[in-house]
T-cell receptor, first 113, second 114 residues
Framework: GESVGLHLPTLSVQEGDNSIINCAYS??????FIWYKQESGKGPQFIID?????DKRQGQRVTVLLNKTVKHLSLQIAATQPGDSAVYFC????????????FGTGTRLTIIP | NAGVTQTPKFQVLKTGQSMTLQCAQD?????MSWYRQDPGMGLRLIHY???????DQGEVPNGYNVSRSTTEDFPLRLLSAAPSQTSVYFC?????????????FGPGTRLTVL
């Protein structure tokens, strides 16, 4: 079946550096993509989303890039801080909505002081 | 606003027991969903609802029932608990499509089935 996957399960980044978390998706019909952050013992927290008619979207210190040609999604975090340490998930849907999201397995980001 | 609340935080069941996981939101969201998260995996959708009185199955619905009698509440019922249902369960809510799609998650219920 269709799935959303991640290239790397773990990523360590020096505090202050930029980090890039990647995600590959296989469903070419996917129309909507979301990045979530999950801290230990908590529920996922929405970071940023992007629709398939865009290839880049920026938020506060975060940028999501979408390459539909190779079905690849990335999350860039600028000037990482200790509070950025968490597991990051990408999720996708075939419609612009949250009703049937498919989540990837997650990447654990560790910020080294 | 309290956001999305879930009770209980922790629960231990014996195989065959039934229970209901509670979820409530006070943001007047139309969409509500239940996910389970197993170690080292992403979230998998169990059931979801697009409004009061409307529910549908997600990816892994077997062994679970839901109902949505009010906008605020979306309980998840385990009919006969099995060890394979040991997991962390998250409830989420959001506005409907066409407006803000930010999905808010509850703090989770950690369930162990012996």
């Amino acid at each position: 079946g269709e799935s959303v996957g991640l290239h790397l399960p773990t990523l360590s980044v020096q505090e202050g550096d930029n980090s890039i978390i990647n995600c590959a998706y296989s469903n070419s019909a996917s129309d909507y993509f979301i990045w979530y952050k999950q801290e230990s013992g908590k529920g996922p927290q929405f970071i940023i989303d992007i629709r398939s008619n865009m290839d880049k979207r920026q938020g506060q210190r975060v940028t999501v890039l979408l390459n539909k040609t190779v079905k690849h999604l990335s999350l860039q975090i600028a000037a990482t801080q200790p509070g950025d340490s968490a597991v990051y998930f990408c999720a996708e849907n075939q419609n612009f909505g949250n009703e049937k999201l498919t989540f990837g397995t997650g990447t654990r980001l560790t910020i080294i002081p | 606003n309290a956001g999305v609340t879930q009770t209980p935080k922790f629960q231990v069941l014996k195989t065959g027991q039934s229970m209901t996981l509670q979820c409530a939101q006070d943001m007047n969201h139309e969409y509500m969903s239940w996910y389970r998260q197993d170690p080292g995996m992403g979230l998998r959708l169990i059931h979801y609802s697009v409004g009061a009185g409307i529910t549908d199955q997600g990816e892994v619905p077997n062994g679970y029932n839901v109902s949505r009698s009010t906008t605020e509440d979306f309980p998840l019922r385990l009919l006969s608990a099995a060890p394979s249902q040991t997991s962390v369960y998250f409830c989420a809510s959001s506005y409907g499509s066409g407006s803000s799609n930010e999905q808010f998650f509850g703090p989770g219920t950690r369930l162990t089935v012996l």
